[in-house]
């Protein structure tokens, strides 16, 4: 049993030969469809589609200004690319811990990580379920930071009743199969900003606005365009978007309610007011149990477990560059190397969830620290 598996078909099909048999294939109708297709569903002014999540918010942080020698705050426990967006552009990622039961950035420990050198805040809303924003948004305002969300694995997420994407400044989703919906590779970056916005549709196509009959090059931009090849599947994923986030979520409340109860883990939650779009369900297993064991035993019984993601100081370039210790980062390094994601994905039958939740039981017992 894979991990997630795309719910991907002959409309998806379909809709790349469409494209193919055009022969247009680069940003275009399909592109600005898919665009439009976002705002309306998420309520954001404005969407630009990229290349993926990785160079949507390297993109972002750029047009919002943040310059080499800066510091970018950001939470400690993420997928690596939320840092490297910031390397990349010479500035320098601040990590901040979590909250334990939501993994997400603890916003009482935001202010004291914010210095004269801080341009920028960048939440995630991890694997799905949205930061506190309100919380990160009042620290912002007090210092007069942009908020740019990581919002790769919350497309359909939302808080208050708003959506994922459009809690802050400017917001970017993925589109990696591993994400809620999929282009193959691609992403999205949404604001509400109309100067933001313009800048980010310029630096996205090399710095250029047309002219009458040629390009003028107004910036040192980047090509991070989406193709109409992958904005064609992603139309055709957005049809069914409703259908997937649904599914994500009925899928993760019938695996809870067979794996609550189990001695030495802790299922995930989902705070009043947010709905949560499990792109991962990620479990946190008691300091008793030996995650990596646990991991090892699932695969015999042929179900695919990984870590939740990843404590990113603990990664070799940042230990290198930035040494920080563990004790700075406690419930970080907790979660890396105590969270487990399950399989979850809307294809799943209450057979494949009887099959995870014994196979973890059985696992669980089996790795306990001795
Ligand atoms: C997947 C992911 C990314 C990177 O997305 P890509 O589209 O693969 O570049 C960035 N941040 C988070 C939190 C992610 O989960």
Redesign the pocket.
């Known amino acids: 049993m894979r991990l997630n598996i795309p719910l991907t078909g002959e409309p998806e099909v379909e809709a790349v030969r469409e494209v193919i048999e055009s022969g247009y294939l680069t940003q275009g109708a399909k592109t600005a469809a898919f665009e439009s297709t976002v705002r309306a569903y998420t309520g954001a002014r404005h969407a630009a589609a990229v290349s993926?999540?990785?160079?949507g918010?390297h993109l972002a942080l750029v047009a919002l200004g943040v310059q080499p020698g800066d510091e970018v705050v950001i939470p400690g426990f993420?997928?690596p690319?939320?840092a490297n967006a910031v390397i990349q552009q010479g500035a320098i990622p601040v990590f901040v811990d979590i909250d334990e039961s939501s993994f997400n950035l603890d916003p009482a420990l935001l202010e004291s990580a914010i210095t004269e050198r801080t341009t920028a805040i960048m939440p995630?809303h991890?694997f799905g379920l949205c930061a506190d924003m309100d919380a990160i948004n009042g620290v912002a305002a007090r210092h007069g930071l942009p908020v740019l969300e990581?919002a790769?694995?919350a497309l359909g997420g939302t808080y208050d009743g708003r959506h994922a994407g459009t809690l802050g400044t400017a917001g970017v989703y993925?589109?990696?199969p591993?994400?809620i919906i999929t282009t193959a590779?691609?992403?999205m970056i949404t604001t509400n900003d109309d100067a933001l916005a313009e800048r980010i549709g310029v630096l996205r196509a090399h710095g250029a606005v047309r002219g009458e009959l040629f390009m003028e090059f107004v910036d040192a931009g980047f090509n991070y365009r989406l193709s109409d090849v992958h904005s064609a599947i992603g139309l055709a994923q957005m049809a069914r978007i409703d259908d997937i986030v649904a599914g994500r979520r009925r899928a993760a409340s019938e695996l809870t309610s067979r794996i609550s109860g189990v001695d030495g883990l802790r299922v995930p939650s989902e705070p009043a007011g947010t709905a949560h779009t499990f792109q991962s369900y990620v479990v946190m297993l008691d300091d008793g149990i030996d995650r990596d064991q646990v991991i090892r035993h699932m695969r015999t019984r042929d179900v695919e477990t990984t870590l939740g993601?990843y404590g990113m100081h603990l990664q070799p370039y940042f230990r290198e560059r930035f040494a920080i210790a563990d004790e700075d980062l406690p419930r970080t390094t907790r979660a890396h190397h105590q969270a487990l994601t399950l399989p979850l994905y809307p294809q799943l039958t209450g057979d494949d969830m009887d099959v995870i939740a014994d196979a973890l039981r059985w696992s669980l017992q089996e790795s306990a620290r001795r």
């Open positions: 993926s999540a990785t160079t918010l993420s997928f690319a939320t995630v991890a990581d790769a694995c993925s589109f990696h591993r994400k590779e691609g992403g993601t």
